[in-house]
């Protein structure tokens, strides 16, 4: 059964700072893992989508990694904005099935 | 291009009620799945519809219910409803065939609360 791990479970960083929410998960066997944003009771927003084939992708400034050897993924926020304040997911969906995995999300709070 | 709409947004219910919630896909998407999410986890996967048919189901019981129209709209539908039923549910729409994952897309929630 798969497990996804998100490390911190919150974060407080002062505007500007750079930062790295990590995402780990057991069965290295993924078809593809993706990054969500999720602002208090809302939706999902997707953020980024790696393929199981890819190594990172890129959004303005959000960068998604993926290493599908030590199971893990990392995105790095650069230059943090008040406005990024929210959760961030990730989720793993495993080859040859539909259900993707989440992890239980990393809190972030950018004050001014 | 509209995005996924959900409603009602809130709701209110008491144990034992039955509660339909309701989710209009994206437009030109042809698989929807529902997801659970209580406060502070992330979201469980419930089911997924495609071309109005279960396409695959998560860990609920059988009182979770769900409909999907041939303008790919959808229903979720619990029954004899349990505090612990309590949480935000999230529809998400792909573009999908069978057994594959594509990105999905996901709408604004709705909260229920069981008293």
Redesign the interface.
Same mark, same amino acid.
């Given at each position: 059964k798969q497990e996804?791990t998100q490390i911190p479970a919150a974060l407080s960083v002062p505007e500007g700072e750079n930062l790295v929410l990590n995402c780990s998960f057991t069965d290295s066997a993924i078809?593809?893992l993706?990054w969500?944003r999720q602002d208090p009771?809302?939706?999902?927003?997707?953020l980024l989508?790696i393929q199981s084939s890819q190594r990172e992708q890129t959004s303005g400034r959000l960068n998604a990694s993926l290493d599908k050897s030590s199971g893990r993924s990392t995105l790095y926020i650069a230059a943090s904005q008040p406005g990024d304040s929210a959760t961030y997911?990730c989720?793993v969906?495993p080859r040859?099935?539909?259900?993707?995995?989440?992890?239980?999300?990393t809190s972030l709070i950018v004050h001014p | 291009e509209t995005g996924?709409t959900?409603s009602p947004t809130h709701l209110i219910k008491t144990r034992g009620q039955q509660v339909t919630l309701r989710c209009s896909s994206q437009s030109g998407h042809n698989t929807v799945?529902w997801y659970q999410q209580a406060l502070?986890?992330?979201? +469980?996967?419930i089911f997924?519809y495609y071309r109005e048919e279960e396409?695959?189901r998560?860990n609920f019981p059988p009182r979770f219910s769900g409909l999907q129209f041939p303008n790919y709209s959808s229903e979720l539908n619990v029954n004899a409803l349990e505090l612990d039923d309590s949480a935000?549910y999230?529809c $998400?729409s792909s573009l $999908?065939g069978t057994?594959?994952?594509n990105? +999905?897309?996901?709408?604004?929630?709705t909260?229920l609360t069981v008293l």
């Open positions: 996804v078809y593809n993706q969500f009771g809302k939706g999902l927003t997707s989508l997911l989720a969906s040859g099935s539909y259900i993707p995995t989440f992890g239980r999300g | 996924v959900q799945s502070g986890q992330g979201p +469980q996967f997924q396409n695959g998560g935000l999230l $998400a $999908a057994r594959t994952y990105e +999905q897309f996901f709408g604004p929630g909260r």
